[in-house]
């Protein structure tokens, strides 16, 4: 039986910060080299929802997990035929205003890093470079047993040779790229094996109930570490995965601003907590830190 990954989680003990507003995001970020830890959240105005937002998609469908993944050939069908349609929505989404406006506030120096919790690839697409991708990415494929890395479009034109008849269609998308498919359409779809050595294929991302791997955690934590402060965006940071470098940055006493709609996890940490929407919140950021400029220059 599949169970349903953590919807919430017990609140805080102390109340929440207020709300505050972009121009207090503004004077933390203006400082400079600050690390931005973004999630689901930052991808819903590209056409992919979250997971436990108010229409978020753990509130209807329960994702893979690794175990459930690594455990059958039935559970692998299931999950690459509902994923061979998933992912070709995901490959068509684009960048929106917020993925825009990191790049922008990279470009522009005040961000010295991003870390996504995404798998969609949309911050690479905005022209963000380096993205630390902490669950990987959906356009890739790993065997399970030689641990080859391949495009994932080589394994779709492959799907699709070997499933010339499938006719599933796609109703509705989630941020793993899996969708809502028919038993019977399940039932019927052929999955392939790795080229090279015949084993399991598995997209290269993480799983519920799989760890990141222990080298890009450690690369993460350097990243909190040569950091000024942490921007977290669009993520509710009920996982580990992701709360873990708000808590460092916290205990080391450097600022954590999270702008997400809706309560996190990681509240009690924030000295500025933001519920606005991503896209147009980041673009007044972004035009508010490049207002400043002039102003700097002058006073030099």
């Given at each position: 039986?599949?169970?349903r990954?953590?919807?919430?989680?017990?609140?805080?003990?102390?109340?929440?910060?207020?709300?505050?507003?972009?121009?207090?995001v503004?004077?933390?970020?203006?400082?400079?080299?600050?690390?931005?830890?973004?999630?689901?959240?930052?991808?819903?105005?590209?056409?992919?929802?979250d997971?436990?937002?108010?229409?978020?998609?753990?509130?209807?469908?329960?994702?893979?997990?690794?175990?459930?993944?690594?455990?059958?050939?039935?559970?692998?069908?299931r999950?690459?035929?509902r994923?061979h349609l998933?992912?070709?929505t995901?490959?068509?989404?684009?960048p929106?205003?917020?993925?825009r406006?990191v790049s922008?506030?990279?470009?522009?120096?005040?961000?010295?890093?991003?870390?996504?919790?995404?798998?969609?690839?949309?911050?690479?697409?905005?022209?963000?470079?380096?993205v630390?991708?902490?669950?990987?990415?959906?356009?890739?494929?790993v065997c399970?047993?030689?641990?080859?890395?391949?495009?994932?479009?080589?394994?779709?034109?492959?799907?699709?040779?070997?499933?010339?008849?499938?006719g599933g269609?796609?109703?509705?998308?989630?941020?793993?790229?899996?969708v809502?498919l028919?038993?019977?359409a399940?039932?019927?779809?052929?999955t392939v094996?790795?080229?090279?050595?015949?084993?399991?294929?598995?997209?290269?991302v993480?799983?519920?109930?799989?760890?990141?791997?222990?080298?890009?955690?450690?690369?993460?934590?350097r990243?909190?570490d040569?950091?000024?402060?942490?921007?977290v965006?669009?993520?509710?940071?009920?996982?580990?995965s992701?709360?873990?470098?708000?808590?460092?940055?916290?205990?080391?006493?450097?600022?954590?601003?999270?702008?997400?709609?809706?309560q996190?996890?990681?509240?009690?940490?924030?000295?500025?907590r933001?519920?606005?929407?991503?896209?147009?919140?980041?673009?007044?950021?972004?035009?508010?830190?490049?207002?400043?400029?002039?102003?700097?220059?002058?006073?030099?």
């Amino acid at each position: 039986m599949r169970t349903r990954p953590t919807l919430t989680w017990a609140g805080p003990g102390e109340p929440l910060p207020r709300a505050g507003t972009v121009a207090e995001v503004a004077e933390v970020v203006a400082g400079r080299r600050v690390l931005v830890l973004s999630g689901a959240g930052l991808s819903t105005e590209s056409g992919i929802p979250d997971y436990r937002g108010e229409t978020g998609s753990l509130r209807r469908h329960t994702p893979m997990t690794y175990g459930d993944f690594v455990a059958s050939e039935e559970g692998r069908r299931r999950y690459w035929a509902r994923s061979h349609l998933g992912w070709r929505t995901i490959a068509r989404a684009a960048p929106n205003a917020g993925h825009r406006a990191v790049s922008a506030l990279r470009s522009g120096g005040w961000v010295s890093g991003v870390i996504t919790q995404n798998v969609d690839g949309l911050h690479r697409a905005a022209g963000t470079p380096a993205v630390v991708e902490l669950h990987g990415n959906l356009d890739r494929v790993v065997c399970l047993g030689c641990r080859r890395i391949t495009p994932r479009e080589e394994l779709d034109v492959r799907l699709r040779a070997a499933n010339p008849d499938f006719g599933g269609t796609a109703t509705r998308i989630n941020p793993d790229g899996d969708v809502e498919l028919g038993d019977d359409a399940v039932r019927a779809f052929r999955t392939v094996p790795c080229a090279s050595c015949a084993g399991v294929l598995k997209p290269d991302v993480v799983f519920f109930g799989e760890n990141v791997p222990r080298a890009r955690v450690e690369r993460c934590y350097r990243m909190v570490d040569e950091a000024s402060a942490v921007l977290v965006l669009g993520s509710s940071l009920t996982v580990m995965s992701g709360l873990r470098f708000v808590r460092r940055a916290a205990k080391a006493g450097k600022p954590v601003v999270i702008v997400n709609r809706g309560q996190t996890r990681g509240d009690e940490h924030a000295s500025v907590r933001a519920d606005l929407p991503l896209g147009p919140a980041l673009t007044e950021l972004v035009a508010a830190l490049e207002n400043r400029l002039p102003a700097a220059a002058e006073a030099r």
